[in-house]
């Protein structure tokens, strides 16, 4: 027969023996489970792809590849993408570097024609605004050997031609510089010609009086692509 001084000393050992098989149990459990979540985490990589609405939202968040056209080396077909009639917006500012925050809008019609199989455009512009039409044409000059373009723009106001901006196309946008006149001071011209997609495109020219430091923007045109009819 086991006496209560036995059975006090069992009882001892049972609660001692506790909380050593508590913890060798409760690190059991933790690794089942790292090892389900692990099991877990590996078929969601291979399950998710798969599905319809992660691969549409995967394709939406990738960036969008720049046109074919500027994936040639050279860049002698790199304006190849304007070659058509566009509908075009623009905003100019009156009286650049002179702290003038005063716009202007005009509404009207662009035609880009491709010349020499592409190494050369000509450009017709055509809007209208409060004060009358404005009239403009571009021709931009593919240079083989620096791989760079000149855009050299005249108004029909004057009939002359600026100094041409001199730049090129990288990853599907295009910068040009130029060094003019304006008001009897020297001044640096930027034109950037962005978000380029098959329909549409955006032209930004600013002006510099500081050596490049600061620009400040006085033309942005926004062009769509008019569809001629099948």
Known sequence: MTTRREMAIVGKRSVAKTPELSTRTRKTVMNACERIRFYLL?????????????????????PTDVLPIFKDADGQNDFDFEIGTWKTHVRRRLRPLTGSTEWVEMNG?????????????????????????????SLRLYNPQSKQWSLNFVNARDGVMTPPTIGQFKD??????????????AIFVKFVISEITADSCRFEQ????????TWEVNWIATDTRVHEPR
């Open 172 to 185: 599907g946008r295009g910068e040009f510089f130029a060094q003019e006149t304006l008001n009897g001071r």
């Open 42 to 62: 590996c078929s969601l990589v291979i399950v998710l792809p798969a599905l319809p609405g992660f691969a549409q939202a995967a394709a939406a968040a990738a």
């Open 109 to 137: 019609t662009s035609v880009v024609r491709k010349v020499w199989d592409g190494r050369a455009n000509l450009v017709e512009l055509v809007a209208d605004t409060s004060a009358g039409r404005f009239e403009g044409l």
């Open 206 to 213: 600013s002006f510099s009086d500081d050596g490049g430091r």
